[in-house]
């Protein structure tokens, strides 16, 4: 059973135009949740956390959004750049310090 | 910057052979993870090690054995590789404190078994 659903197995967006990631958690335990960005024939990069505390963290050009009643986070990317075009995992992560991740969304930032 | 190493990043073996995959983190991190990344599926958790000679299975541990002899090694085995084991393997590290942190990738072995 999926415990970290990603529902959108793809996204365009135009160039300078807000990008916006979505998930879905099952497990109200977990106390962490992350969002990672990869690049083919690469591996994942940390790109921004949020703890079950929060309901939002900025960092730059990425926010993350986190309603607990709702169990969605987003992940949102403003104003949206070429080097944005990567698929994105959402992850969430409890006491154990294993990370569960979705299965992926792969942006694609349009000209 | 953390680094963690995977020692190939392409490998081919035959069906039945014995595979080793080796990975090496620079930063002192106590938790190492194996992973494997397929279409449609997303990163799935081999197994992890929280120390030196200990191990855990993850959600995916058929066919597959690890090793952590020290703490910034921790291997993968494939004990008689089959094509279904045909994938994307990525090793990742985390420091093992009560505080989140976040797992380090390394950048991979892309495994096809023929």
């Known amino acids: 059973d999926q415990q970290v659903k990603q529902n959108s197995p793809s996204l365009s967006v135009q160039e300078g135009r807000i990008s916006i990631l979505n998930c879905d958690y099952t497990?109200?335990?977990?106390?962490?949740f992350l969002w990672y960005k990869k690049y083919p024939a690469e591996g994942p990069t940390f790109l921004i956390s949020?703890?079950?505390?929060?309901d939002k963290n900025e960092d730059g050009r990425f926010t993350v959004f986190l309603n607990k009643s709702a169990k969605h986070l987003s992940l949102h990317i403003v104003p949206s750049q070429p080097g944005d075009s990567a698929v994105y995992f959402c992850?969430?992560?409890?006491?154990?310090?294993?990370?569960?991740f979705g299965k992926g969304t792969r942006l694609h930032i349009l000209p | 910057d953390v680094k963690v190493t995977q020692s190939s990043r392409y490998l081919v073996k035959r069906t039945g052979e014995k595979v080793f995959l080796e990975c090496v983190q620079d930063?002192?991190?106590?938790?190492m993870f194996w992973y494997r990344q397929d279409p449609g599926l997303g990163l799935r958790l081999i197994y992890f090690?929280?120390?030196?000679?200990?191990?855990e299975k993850g959600d995916i541990p058929e066919g597959y054995s690890v090793s952590r002899e020290k703490k910034e090694r921790f291997s993968l085995i494939l004990e008689s590789a089959s094509t279904n084991q045909t994938s994307m393997y990525l090793c990742?590290?985390?420091?093992?404190?009560?505080?989140?942190?976040?797992?380090?990738f390394g950048d991979g072995t892309r495994l096809s078994i023929l």
């Open positions: 090690s929280y120390d030196v000679k200990m191990k």
């Open positions: 949020i703890s079950s505390i929060k």
């Open positions: 930063m002192d991190h106590e938790n």
């Open positions: 990742a590290s985390s420091l093992g404190v009560s505080a989140f942190q976040p797992q380090h």
């Open positions: 497990n109200s335990m977990f106390d962490y």
């Open positions: 992850a969430a992560t409890g006491r154990d310090d294993k990370i569960i």
